[in-house]
């Protein structure tokens, strides 16, 4: 099997991790990156994508290292300025970051599309790769809770840093948004799909449920392998195994296969898992943990290389279910 | 004559310097100050007013003492990173007066007037005095240059650093622009009516050209005093002698007093010109200097008092214009 062009779907850092060991391995042309917009959202008239920019910078080199997101020595000196108005500034916006969302809002609001505002920004950071917001419509995550009610997903997840009990997660604007012709095609012409290690129903699923989405992935008999974020019960990072289990699952490496179910034909997942029964056609365990850069090419070697190894010309459609 | 309410006319750094001095010694309540607005502009998405801020940073005390604009000790992070992006970057938008602009964009766009975005922004920094710009409408001053023709006013003012020598100044968007209600209300109820140590041209003169403000200041039978900007034939700050001498008018604060003409009944101007001939019904001298922020209440007072020692009772209409 030859994989020349490679599509993952990522959501913030986890899947930024794996896009860029991909990128560290793959000539540029060969990957696209497919987005999760759902984060995205309004905030003191700017359009802020998080997930989008996480990628951004971590592909630019810029991102911070630590927190994995944001740009590596911002500052805070507007958010500084907005509480001296009175204001909560209770969601970071750094100063160096900003130019991304100026950037950003002044081409959206003169008529571009986030697909052609993203591919500027991209191209002026000296990214090779694709990136492509999932949508170009304006979807958003929403996170019903016990103690608020509804919640915008950003006032969930930074401020109210994702402990409010979740009982659903919901996607608004879906009616209004259709996959973009450059996702399409980039999912059409894939040699292997991938899905990051990004929390599969804050990051994954606004993904696939852009109306369309599903059925485009479905149409396409190649490898569709996910990796697991999580690791022996637990999330790498943020809220997935806290919503897992508010939302009924068993947090579990397993339980994320499931929820997959014939979207996928193979999967990674932690070696620290060896023992769990992964009801996927085709299966296997690496180290997953990216702690560094180096994980991350190690990995999305692993990754490639397996599914390279899987038998010619064989059908990869059929799912157990 | 007793001098109730005041209502003094201003553009940028000099105008914020008198108005500041009348701050220092008036009540809160007696003072309205109208800013030149002709100097606004969009920039990367920003609504950008740079008097009206200049005003606002200089009354709250969060100015940066040695531009005598923008917020102290404020950075340029945002723009070190528009620049990456490859943007020229060639306005200084300050990390922390970004904060403002942000604001004011996001209530703008709400739907909010000018004149109701700045009196909310005045009062959350805790500034009691009334700040109004000249019009809600947007008005732009433009620029006739002999080396690039038509400049907006910023890239003229700020990109070419008045360097280009100027042909014509004028005012676009008049058309659509009227006095708001604020503004009307103030100058009616006005007991003496100051013009700032600003540039006649660039900053008093917009003031002047939105439809009906001649009008109503020509209408109110009370002192109307310039002070001249204009000391020993050069501008304390900025080009306005430069401008001058470009429009055919010899630098001077005699030429600044014929300027206004009618519009003026009584002009202060700096002892160094004592030996001027000044065509101004009543026109005295004192130091205009104002290098400390005592000096600028120490002239603000020494303006009031001039004023106040007037005859009472007589008709100011008259004039020698």
């Known amino acids: 099997m030859a994989l020349n062009r490679i599509v993952v779907l990522v959501g913030g850092v986890g899947g930024a991790k794996l896009a860029h060991g991909l990128a560290q391995i793959l000539e540029p042309e060969r990957l696209t990156i497919i987005v999760n917009t759902g984060d995205d959202f309004w905030h003191y008239g700017l359009r802020v994508c998080p997930d989008l920019d996480t990628v951004l910078y971590t592909l630019s080199g810029l991102v911070d290292p630590v927190n994995g997101w944001g740009i590596a020595g911002d500052t805070a000196h507007m958010l500084e300025a907005l509480r001296r108005y009175g204001e909560e500034g209770w969601f970071r916006l ?20 986030l697909t052609q505002v993203m591919d500027e920004l991209r191209a002026r950071l000296g990214v090779p790769q694709r990136l492509l917001p999932m949508t170009d419509a304006e979807v958003a995550t929403v996170v019903d809770t016990v103690e608020h009610g509804e919640l915008e997903f950003q006032t969930y997840f930074v401020r109210y840093r994702w402990q409010p009990v979740a009982t659903a997660i919901r996607y608004r604007g879906l009616e209004g948004a259709s996959v973009s012709e450059d996702v399409a ?14 929390n599969p129903w804050l990051s994954i699923a606004p993904i696939l449920s852009v109306p369309g989405m599903r059925e485009l992935l479905l149409a396409r008999d190649v490898p569709r392998v996910a990796l697991s974020p999580i690791i022996e019960g637990n999330a790498v990072k943020g809220p997935a195994a806290k919503l897992m289990a508010e939302l009924g699952y068993e947090p579990s490496a397993a339980a994320v296969a499931r929820y997959y179910g014939d979207l996928i034909n193979g999967y990674v997942f932690d070696e620290r898992d060896a023992g769990l029964n992964i009801p996927v056609a085709r299966a296997t365990t690496f180290d997953t943990l990216m702690k560094t850069q180096a ?9 490639l290389d397996w599914i390279n190894s899987w038998g010619r010309n064989e059908s990869l459609g059929d799912h157990p279910g």
């Open 94 to 113: 750094g100063d160096r970051d900003l130019a991304t969302h100026l950037l950003r809002t002044m081409w959206l609001r003169q008529g571009r599309t």
């Open 185 to 198: 095609r980039a999912i059409g012409e894939a040699d292997a799909i991938l899905f990051g290690p990004s």
């Open 295 to 303: 994980d991350r090419a190690r990995l999305a070697g692993q990754m």
